[in-house]
């Protein structure tokens, strides 16, 4: 899957799926595309990723509580 880094733009390839969707962490291990090679693995914060399309990630991804209201 594919992510957009908010503060450049850069497509990013998410390479641990669980990380992405498990709301109790807060990083997740991607491979940016910016240029004609793939880059190395690295962690970066969910909140700074949203689809290529511009839309933000599921809350139930990034909160584990999102279901909780206080």
Do not use: I
Not at 13 to 34: C, F, I, M, W
Not at 36 to 47: F, H, L, T
């Amino acid at each position: 899957m594919f992510l957009r880094n908010v503060s450049n733009g850069d497509l990013a390839q998410v390479l641990k799926q669980g990380e992405l969707t498990d709301p109790n962490s807060t990083s997740v291990t991607v491979r940016y595309h910016a240029g004609e090679e793939a880059g190395d693995p690295v962690s970066v914060e969910k909140s700074g990723l949203v689809f290529p399309s511009g839309e933000a990630l599921p809350k139930c991804w990034l909160d584990a509580h999102y279901r909780v209201s206080f």
